[in-house]
Structure formats: structure tokens, C-alpha cells
């Protein structure tokens, strides 16, 4: 713990893709936690698609950042936390963190898992898979999955969980063949394509050319046209963002033909994953064990350092990071 | 019952709007029924849009076409099957057909209730309608209603059955201001623009400034788009049929902004009618009642003889009819 505290604001808005000068660090002695407060020294950062869209305007300028956290207490005026707890909260972007108790929540003490998987396959990029294969596409078992933004955070845990759920083939796109190649070596895909090689279809035929019954979308784009061309009868597409539209505002829609949605009974649809917080618990009950046993592994890119912060949003933006990105305090 | 029967034949495969020169009457003797089957002089016949689509290459060509049909038994050499009585069967488009018990399914006997209304609003039409709502959309009471090809044989069932369902505000668009005028004075919808004279948006924007909970979407084109901008959160649209898009193969696909699907938690939701008949018992417990009491009334367009099967086919495709098209024999 430093005597020096470090906030990071945003200081104008983008158009386009983000850069580094639209952010600045300030400085400012540590905070004194208040009576009825506590001091949160932060440990781990969660940098998601969904700050892209904050930068539009969502997040106030010159003001500090809100984020996915997970600290340690080093100094309480409150009984309700104790110093030492680990606790999640929301006040990221800024190394230390002053909170009542009802703004954060106690992360369980589950042995043999490690603390950033909190943030990873059992914090809200998992639960985000989770919920998009159990209550939203309704996955069952021997069924076929196609994954776009396959090698990101909610891509890689979409793919693991599938697996672990008794999914048949589960095929992922990705924007580089090495991002490809970590999917089928290390992640559990059985087949993986650089969407920038060809048209998606082509690709999507080649490697599933008697199609799929769900398509996990964290993309947009291309891939929900040509996914809709490969969904089997009663195909599910479960939308769970658009990373491929934020920063290209002037981007077209997404198109299909609709003629196919009626005439094999598809269904499409979008979630915030915030509607589903009541599936943490389930969350755990199914993961925690196989995170024990090994049958599950948190996909994880972990960035070093508070004051890469900027630059691990910047990559995630770019798609340079496999699994979930983090920044850990050095 | 004449001495001759009349078959339809389609003749020659349309490219973009079908016209009467691509079908043919024939004539031939009144056929015999055979052992173990019966004679059936038919009453009533539905014309559909998927007729259309058939066309394409459901339909063989220079053979007897097939569709919704009501019918009398006239001659019987099964026991499964008394003269008198009436009965539904798909040998469509031709006076008289010979049926195998197992081909045809009684009409039951719901005193007050119009034989026509079997190929209406309790055929396959308004099961459609009533499957698309209860099943599909789940709608629920006080919820507000935008419906497309509002004044056809499912989207006049649509209105009326939703309003009898408990929904708020039901909204249709149409394709005439006559046909505006029928839904608003007759049908029980609260508002219905033509759609042919301002961009879909505007002229929904202004028949529901505060949005819409449901969109059964009948036709698609520029009305889909139009819908998921003013869908409310956790909005639903029931793609029905692509009516809008079987006779311009060169449509371009419909066009919506994605993200709307995922902000808004939208579920977008195909089907297909021949995968819910085991709602049929449901519709008639639904629906008997209230065409006995007044409070339900089949919107028909009803077209006298069977030599005008084919106008009353290409008048439905035009959307020249007010609710259901029938044709009845003379």
C-alpha cells in the first residue's frame, strides 16, 4: 500500500475507436475511510466491452471511473467488514477505494480457487455464459454451438461450460489465427476460424456443414447473418453484445433474411446479465467443482500493473487479449 | 352437387406477382368413392399466403393443388364416415375430393357458431393468431399491442383476440386508409395507419409515442425495423409470415440495429402453426364462447363460387380483402 492513491478519469469523449490521451491518472493522498466506511485496498480490475459504451457518455468526465473490483479491507470504521476480507465492488479504475458496506459484496472462500477467477469464470463474464447457455438459449445436451468473439472473456467461458453442460461440437470464430489456435489447443473448441479470412458463412459451412443448434453472439456483425443461414430448426441465437458496432458508429445494421426465422421456428434474443444476478449462486454450485477438479479452467490475459489499466482496455478493445483480461495490482 | 368436378392445376411458375394465366381449370366426372373411403363435395376453401410460396415449388405443376378445406360426405364406403357430415381436409382447390378417413378431421358441433368460422378465426388462421399471443409473444394483460398486416385473416383474429386477452392499446398497420378505417371502426383496434404514406417509423412513432410491449409481425420489410425501435424493454416480436417478401425475390433482407435486441432485452421468435395443433382444443375453449356471446366476430371476406378461387387468390395477395379470405360454394 502506497501513500499515494491513483484514480483514472476520462477527459473527452471518442469517435470512434478510444485512445490514451481520452484518459488521465490523478493522483491524490490515500483516503481516510469515514465512520461507517472502510478503505479498500484493490487488488484486481475487471476492463469490459460494456466501458466502451460508458465512454459515450455513461461515464462523467473528469470524474473517477466505475469498474468490477476485487480488494482486500486495509482499514474499517465499520463493523460490518473486517480488515483483511476480500470483497468485490464497483468503484474500479482507481487504486484504493473508500465503501459502505452495502456497496460491496463478500466474495465466498471456496479453497483451491484463485481469487481472479472472481472476476473471470465466476464473476459476471461467467455468469454472462452461463446464463446465455442455461436460461436463454436453453442449451441441451449433444446439441451444436457456434461461438463468435470466441477467444474473449465470455467466449472462452461460453465454450468451457458448453462442454461441461454435454454439448455436441462447439465451433468458435475469433480475429487471428493465433487467437483460433488457442481456442481448439487449450480452450475445449472443437473447431475455430479467423473470421478475417473469408465470408463468415463459408467459413461457419466448412466448419459445421450440417449447422448448429445455438449461436452464442458476442459479435454482431456478419456472424448473426450467417449464423441464422446455419441454425437448425428451432435454433436459438442468444445476443449478448456488439462489440463489432461501438466503435464504428456508422457501421450498417446487421441483416438477415427473416423468411428463415418463421420457417425454422428460430428464436432471437438479447439479455443484460444484470437481470440475472439471482444465477450467482447457481453459478457457483455448478463451477466451483470443476474449477477444483481441473475439469475447468479460467481463461484468463492478466495485465501487471494499475497504471496499465488504460492500455489492458485499449487491447481487450482490440481484441488482443484470450479469456478474460485483468489488471492486477503489481 | 353437379355432374362435373372442377380441379385447379397450377401451369407455369410465377416470377414475382403470380397472375390467372399461370393456373388452369379442369374438368373431369365426379369422381366414385372407392372402399374405404368417401365423397366430398367441399363447401368452403382457404386461400393463404403460403399458397404463394408453393407456387415457387410445393406446388407440382399441371396437378391438383392442395389447401384448407371445408366439406360435405355425399357418398360413403367407409363406416368411419356418414353422409352428412362435415369435415376439414387439405385436398383444397377442387369441388369435389375423395378422402380416406385418416385424412380428414370432423368438425365438431358448436351450436352458434358459422361454418365458416372453422376456416377463420377457429381454423388455421386463428390458431396462428391465438398461438402467436398466448405461446409465442406470452402476452399479458394491460400489455400494448402493434400488429402488421393488420387486416388480414390472422392479423384481424390478432386484434380481436388480444383485446379479449386483456391487452392495452392494440395498433395495427394496413395497407389502405379504407382498411385503416375497418380496423379502427369494426375490428376493435384503438389506432391503424396505412403504412403507404410515411416512413413506418414516424407513422408508429405517432400511433404509439410511449412504444409497444408485443409486435406480430405479419409481413416484415420496413415494419420490423420500425418495431424493435419502439419495443419496450423485454419486448417481444412474433415473426409470423414474410408476406411482404414472396413476390420481390430482390428484397433486400430486413435491417435492424442489434443492439437494440441486447439493450432491451428483445426476444425475436419464429413459428410455424403445423408444430401447435395441440392448441386447437385450447382455441375453440378460448374462443366458442365468445362468437356465441357477440363478443368475438370472424372478420371474413367471403368470395361466391368455386370458379373464382383463383381471383379470390390473387385479390388476397394484392391485400384486397378485409379479414380472412374464403372462398364458398355457390
Not at 461440437?169 to 473447431?191: F, H, N, P, Q, W
Amino acid at each position: 500500500m502506497t501513500e499515494t492513491a491513483l484514480t483514472v478519469h476520462q477527459t473527452a469523449r471518442p469517435t470512434g475507436f478510444p485512445s490514451a490521451d481520452q484518459f488521465r491518472f490523478a493522483e491524490s493522498p490515500v483516503p481516510e475511510p469515514d465512520p461507517g466506511t472502510a478503505l479498500v485496498a484493490n487488488l484486481y480490475w475487471s476492463v469490459d466491452p460494456y466501458h466502451r459504451e460508458l465512454m459515450d457518455g455513461g461515464f462523467a468526465l473528469h470524474a473517477p471511473l466505475e469498474g468490477r473490483t476485487l480488494g482486500r479491507v486495509v482499514a474499517s470504521r465499520t463493523p460490518s467488514l473486517a480488515e483483511g476480507e476480500i470483497v468485490f465492488h464497483r468503484q474500479g479504475w482507481r487504486t484504493h477505494a473508500v465503501v459502505r458496506p452495502e456497496e460491496v459484496r463478500r466474495i465466498p472462500h471456496h479453497p483451491g480457487v484463485p481469487l481472479s477467477a472472481y472476476l473471470s469464470v465466476l464473476g459476471g463474464t461467467g455468469l454472462t455464459a452461463y446464463v446465455a447457455l442455461t436460461r436463454i438459449a436453453r442449451l441441451r445436451r449433444g446439441e451444436d454451438l457456434f461461438v463468435s468473439g470466441a477467444a474473449g472473456g465470455v467466449g472462452t467461458a461460453t465454450g468451457r461450460f458448453a462442454r461441461l453442460l454435454g454439448a455436441g461440437r462447439v465451433i468458435g470464430s475469433t480475429g487471428s489465427a493465433e487467437k483460433a489456435a488457442y481456442l481448439t489447443r487449450k480452450a475445449g473448441y472443437d473447431a475455430a476460424f479467423d473470421y478475417r479470412t473469408a465470408p463468415v458463412a463459408d467459413l461457419l459451412a466448412r466448419a459445421a456443414p450440417t449447422g448448429v443448434d445455438v449461436f452464442v453472439d458476442n459479435v454482431g456483425g456478419d456472424h448473426l447473418g450467417a449464423a441464422i443461414g446455419a441454425l437448425r430448426e428451432r435454433g436459438r441465437v442468444v445476443r449478448v453484445g456488439t462489440i463489432s458496432q461501438y466503435n464504428t458508429p456508422d457501421a450498417p445494421p446487421v441483416r438477415f433474411d427473416h423468411a428463415d426465422v418463421v420457417e425454422k421456428s428460430l428464436r432471437v434474443e438479447g439479455f443484460l446479465v444484470k437481470d440475472h444476478l439471482d444465477a450467482q449462486e447457481e453459478l457457483y454450485d455448478f463451477a466451483v467443482p470443476h474449477l477444483r477438479s481441473g475439469a475447468l479452467v479460467a481463461d484468463e490475459t492478466v495485465i501487471d500493473g494499475f497504471e496499465r489499466i488504460v492500455e489492458a482496455f485499449l487491447l481487450m478493445l482490440r481484441g488482443g487479449n484470450t479469456g478474460k483480461i485483468l489488471v492486477r495490482a503489481a
